[in-house]
C-alpha cells in the first residue's frame, strides 16, 4: 500500500496529482484490486435495495437538489440567519476564509481553554485543512475517534473514502497496525476482537479529552442547530463528555428549515451504506450546562465553485460517498490515488477548483458512464461536471504532452482527407507487421492489456465504392 | 486578520458569487403509500430490528422486569422512567458514568421507516447515559409511532433542548473490511419497548433479528 503522509496544503508547490500512475500501482496487485472493487459494489448494491424500498425516492433527490440549489443561490441570507440563531442559542460563531484561518481559531480556542487533547469524530474539512498535523505542531494530541478514521491515522495515511475511511485495508493490516501501536497480540485480525481493543482504547481517550472538534452534516438557518450523523456514536461520546466543543463546517452545509432535514436524512444514509438512517442522528441547539460551543464557518475556496457558473451546483453535495461506491474507476484505483481529500467523482470535480495544474488529472479519471449522477442523491451532474473540467484542463494545456500531441495530430488529419487515406494505409501496412507497437502507440494505456483486432484489407471507403458503385 | 475581516469578506464573496435565485419548496412530500402496507408497529418493528435493535410490545407494568432484564440484575443504572430505579448516585459530571450499565429513558415518538425513536434532553448525565451505558432501553408509545421523517418533524421541537437525537440500534461499525460490529464506543445494546395500545400487550416478544 503506499503511504500517504500528511501534507499541509499551504506549503510550496506541491507535485501534480498522477492519477494514471496511482492507479497503475493500485492495480498491480490483481487479487487486492477485484477485493476492493467487490467491497464497494457490495456497498453500491445495498444502497440500491434501501433506494428502492421508498416509492418516493425519485421525488425526494428532486426535492433535495431543489432546496439545496435554493439554499446556495440565497446563501449569504442563510449564513446571516444560521449565525444569529446560533448565537442566540448560546454558540459562539467563528468565519475563516481559508484553511490556516480555519486552524489558526481552532487553536487559539484549545489555547485559551487550556486544551491539550482533542477527540476529533469525522470531518473531511478538516482532513482539506490539514488540521492534524497543524494542531501536534503546536502540541496538542489529536486523536480521530471514528474507528476508520483512527486506523488510517495509526498508519499515518489520510482516510481513501469519505464514509469508509479505511475501506482499502485488510484486516490482517489493520491487526498489524493495532499490534505496533495498541499491543494488541501478534496475528489477531478477527474484527469484533479489534473493533473491541479500539473501543477500550478510545474510550479512555474520550474520558480524558479537554475538547471535542465535529463536523455539521447539516446546519439549519431556521433554527441556529445543527446535525451530526454517525454509527458509532463517537461523536456524542465527545460532545457528552468533552467541556469544549469546536464544529466546523463549510459554509455550504446550510439549510433553511428543520424540515427539510427529512427530505436529507431520508436519503443520506440509504445511499451512503443502504441503512435507512444512521444509529444516531443528532441534532444540537446549544451547549450542555457548562460547556463552551464554537462554530467555525470555513470558506477555503467554496465561494470561488459558487462563482463557477458551470460548477456551482458540486456545493450541493451531503458527502454520502455513492459516487464513489459506483465509479468503475474509484472501485478500481482506490481513494489513495486521487490524491486529494475527497476522492472519487465528487473530488475530481470539487478539487480542481482548488489548483488546476495540480488535479489535471483528475476530471480524466471516468468513463463518463454516468452511473455516479444517476445514485447522487442531491442530483449533481457528475459526469457533465466531469466532462467541463477536462475542457478548461485542455485548454489551460495542462493535459500530458502525449496526449496533446495525439489529439493535434488527429485533428490534423481528420481535416485533409488526403493525408488521412494516406495515415489509414499505413495503420493497416503497420497493423500487419506490428500489432502490439502499433496498438500501444495508437492508444496510449489503453492498449496495454488489450489485443487490436486483426486490421481490414481495405478502408471503409474502399469498400464502399465496391460494393455500392451505384451510389456517390 | 480581525473576525469581522474575515465575515464580511465572505458573506461580500457569495454576494457576488450568488447564482441566479431558485426558489424553494415545501419540504415535505406526501409518502407513497403502497396498498398491502404493514401497520406502523409492524413497521417500526422490522425497521428497528434491522437496525439491531431488540424490541419487544408491552404493557406499561412490565416495563421494570423487561428493562432489568431477567436474568441479570445490573448494577449501575440510570433511569428517567418511574418504573425503573436508578442506582447511581447524583452527579452532575457526565464522567462519573462510565462504568454505566444500564440506561432508561422514554421516548416521545418513533419512526416506523427507520425503527428509530426520538431521545430529547437538556439533563447533561441523561445525554452522556445515552453513549456511555452498555445497555439502553427506550419505552416508547405505539400509538406515537409516526410513518416518516416528515412527519416526525412536524411533531417534535428541535430546539426544545440543546441535545436531541434520532436513535436506531445500538452503535455499530464496519469499517474493518465492512464487518459488522455491534458495540463501537456507544451501548452494545438498545432495547425498545414498545407500549401496545388495545389488545397489543402483554409481552408479545418481537424475537432480535
Given at each position: 500500500m503506499s503511504q500517504r503522509s500528511f501534507e499541509l496544503p499551504v506549503l510550496g508547490r506541491p507535485t501534480p496529482v498522477d492519477h494514471p500512475k496511482a492507479a497503475r500501482e493500485f492495480n498491480a496487485d490483481v487479487a487486492r484490486t477485484d477485493w476492493h472493487d467487490e467491497s464497494l459494489w457490495f456497498v453500491r448494491e445495498k444502497r440500491d435495495r434501501a433506494a428502492a424500498s421508498v416509492p418516493e425516492w425519485e421525488e425526494l433527490r428532486a426535492r433535495a437538489s431543489a432546496i439545496k440549489e435554493h439554499a446556495l443561490t440565497h446563501l449569504d441570507e442563510y449564513l446571516v440567519q444560521f449565525e444569529a440563531n446560533a448565537l442566540a442559542n448560546g454558540m459562539q460563531v467563528h468565519w475563516a476564509r481559508d484553511a490556516d484561518e480555519h486552524n489558526r481559531i481552532v487553536h487559539g480556542i484549545l489555547s485559551e481553554a487550556g486544551a491539550r487533547r482533542l477527540v476529533k469524530s469525522k470531518s473531511m474539512l478538516t482532513e482539506e485543512c490539514g488540521l492534524n498535523p497543524y494542531l501536534e505542531a503546536n502540541g496538542i494530541e489529536v486523536i480521530d475517534s471514528d474507528l476508520g478514521e483512527r486506523i488510517v491515522q495509526l498508519r499515518r495515511e489520510g482516510p481513501s473514502h469519505i464514509v469508509m475511511p479505511a475501506i482499502h485495508l485488510k484486516k490482517e493490516e489493520v491487526g498489524a497496525t493495532f499490534h505496533e501501536h495498541l499491543g494488541t497480540p501478534e496475528g489477531l485480525s478477527e474484527p469484533n476482537a479489534l473493533a473491541g481493543v479500539a473501543r477500550e482504547h478510545l474510550r479512555e481517550k474520550f474520558l480524558a479529552a479537554d475538547a471535542t472538534l465535529t463536523g455539521m452534516n447539516f446546519a439549519v438557518a431556521e433554527s441556529g442547530g445543527f446535525v451530526v450523523c454517525t454509527n458509532e456514536g463517537n461523536a456524542d461520546l465527545g460532545m457528552a463528555l468533552a467541556p469544549v466543543h469546536i464544529a466546523s463546517v463549510g459554509i455550504e452545509k446550510v439549510i433553511p428549515r428543520v424540515e427539510d432535514l427529512a427530505v436529507f436524512l431520508r436519503l443520506l444514509a440509504r445511499s451512503a451504506t443502504g441503512q435507512a438512517v444512521t444509529v444516531y442522528t443528532t441534532h444540537v441547539h446549544g451547549p450542555r450546562a457548562g460547556q463552551a460551543l464554537h462554530v467555525v464557518l470555513v470558506d477555503n475556496g467554496r465561494t470561488k465553485q459558487l462563482a463557477r457558473e458551470e460548477f456551482w451546483g458540486s456545493l450541493k453535495c451531503i458527502r454520502c460517498g455513492a459516487c464513489m461506491n459506483t465509479c468503475p474507476i474509484y472501485r478500481r484505483s482506490g481513494g489513495h490515488s486521487y490524491g486529494s481529500t475527497v476522492p472519487g467523482p465528487i473530488g475530481s470535480v470539487l478539487t480542481p477548483g482548488l489548483d488546476l495544474e495540480r488535479y489535471a488529472s483528475l476530471p480524466f479519471?471516468?468513463?463518463?458512464?454516468?452511473s455516479c449522477t444517476a445514485v447522487c442523491p442531491v442530483k449533481i451532474d457528475l459526469d457533465r461536471q466531469l466532462f467541463r473540467w477536462r475542457q478548461h484542463v485542455t485548454e489551460a494545456g495542462h493535459t500530458p504532452r502525449a496526449k496533446t500531441f495525439a489529439i493535434k495530430t488527429s485533428v490534423a488529419l481528420f481535416d485533409r482527407p488526403r493525408l488521412f487515406r494516406a495515415a489509414g494505409a499505413l495503420a493497416r501496412f503497420g497493423l500487419r507487421l506490428m500489432p502490439g507497437f502499433i496498438a500501444r502507440m495508437a492508444s496510449g494505456p489503453w492498449g496495454r492489456t488489450r489485443d487490436v483486432p486483426p486490421a481490414p484489407s481495405q478502408s471503409f471507403r474502399a469498400w464502399y465504392r465496391t460494393n455500392r458503385p451505384e451510389r456517390p | 486578520m480581525s473576525e469581522l475581516g474575515a465575515r464580511e469578506t465572505i458573506l461580500h464573496a457569495v454576494r457576488a458569487a450568488r447564482p441566479p435565485a431558485v426558489s424553494l419548496p415545501a419540504p415535505r412530500i406526501a409518502p407513497a403509500l403502497a396498498s398491502g402496507q404493514p401497520s406502523l408497529l409492524d413497521a417500526f418493528a422490522a425497521a428497528a430490528m434491522a437496525a439491531g435493535a431488540a424490541v419487544v410490545i408491552a404493557a406499561r407494568d412490565e416495563v421494570s422486569r423487561l428493562a432489568l432484564g431477567a436474568d441479570l440484575t445490573p448494577r449501575n443504572v440510570l433511569s428517567t422512567v418511574a418504573e425503573v430505579r436508578t442506582t447511581v448516585p447524583p452527579s452532575q459530571d457526565p464522567h462519573a458514568l462510565d462504568s454505566l450499565d444500564l440506561f432508561v429513558a422514554d421516548s416521545p415518538l418513533g419512526v416506523a421507516e427507520n425503527g428509530a425513536v426520538w431521545v430529547a434532553t437538556s439533563d447533561v448525565m441523561h445525554r452522556a447515559a445515552l453513549f456511555l451505558a452498555t445497555r439502553v432501553v427506550i419505552v416508547v408509545d405505539a400509538a406515537t409511532i409516526v410513518p416518516t421523517l416528515h412527519d416526525a418533524y412536524a411533531r417534535i421541537d428541535v430546539r426544545a433542548h440543546p441535545f436531541g437525537a434520532f436513535v436506531a440500534g445500538p452503535s455499530k461499525t464496519a469499517d474493518i473490511e465492512q464487518s459488522l460490529v455491534i458495540g463501537a464506543h456507544g451501548p452494545k445494546e438498545l432495547t425498545v419497548i414498545v407500549i401496545g395500545t388495545n389488545g397489543e400487550s402483554g409481552a408479545q416478544q418481537a424475537s432480535r433479528r
Open positions: 479519471a471516468s468513463t463518463l458512464c454516468g | -
